[in-house]
């Protein structure tokens, strides 16, 4: 079957650094996504990861490795407004986004 | 560019009504969109994967004679709750594909029924 696991909830503390893991099973892969979603809004793009490594953008960066399905998304220099649930989404052969249960990032100043 | 709109973002409805939501691609065309639930600390929970022309695809629990989909158009499709009841109130967002690995959100509608 497909699944992706990733925490349920963090907490941080306000300019410091958080890892966010999530591991996949998909049918195929044609990709890894990283979402962020506030309370009562839709989710917003990240990242996407489809080549194993790190991509970097701005203070969020997302790793990928396919052979351990694995990927993680570093947030750096957290601010209060990174507050937020963090959805990982594996795209599986269909090009169907199978996503997780979501992390919730508590920023504590 | 690559927006998509949903209306309304959020709607109040009695018992036993319809509901139609809207999904519209302002600055591209989707061949397909797809429609998501989401139950409040849940995670997005696919309901239905709709291709221009055709019908759509359900998934599996999901009434496809509840929830009436109709994607007329390459930036247009809808979401009809029919005979509306309480347990449908939800956060409904729409995605629509620009291509195979570009899938962008609309803004949700929340559906309240009373």
């Known amino acids: 079957g497909q699944n992706i696991d990733q925490p349920t909830e963090m907490t941080a503390t306000e300019g410091a650094i958080v890892q966010i893991n999530c591991t996949y099973q998909?049918?195929?892969?044609?990709?890894l996504f990283w979402y962020q979603q506030h309370a009562g809004e839709a989710p917003t793009f990240l990242s996407y990861?489809?080549l194993d490594g790190l991509e970097e953008k701005g203070r969020f960066s997302s790793f990928l490795s396919r052979s351990k399905g694995y990927s993680y998304l570093l947030l750096k220099e957290l601010q209060m407004k990174d507050s937020a649930s963090y959805l990982c989404a594996g795209m599986d052969s269909n090009y169907q986004l199978i996503w997780g249960a979501g992390t919730k990032l508590i920023i504590k100043p | 560019g690559a927006v998509v709109s949903q209306h309304p973002s959020w709607v109040i409805c009695k018992s036993g009504t319809s509901v139609k939501i809207e999904c519209r691609s302002l600055d591209f065309q989707a061949t397909t969109m797809f429609w998501y639930r989401q139950f409040p600390k849940q995670s997005l929970m696919l309901m239905a994967t709709s291709n221009e022309g055709s019908k759509a695809t359900y998934e599996q629990g999901v009434e496809k004679d509840k929830f009436l989909i109709n994607h007329a158009s390459l930036t247009l499709s809808t979401l009809t709750v029919t005979s509306a009841h309480p347990e449908d109130s939800s956060f409904y967002i729409c995605?629509?594909?620009?291509?195979?690995?570009?899938?962008?959100f609309g803004p949700g509608t929340r559906l309240t029924v009373l």
């Open positions: 998909t049918s195929g892969f044609n990709g």
């Open positions: 995605s629509a594909r620009r291509l195979e690995n570009e899938q962008f």
């Open positions: 990861n489809v």
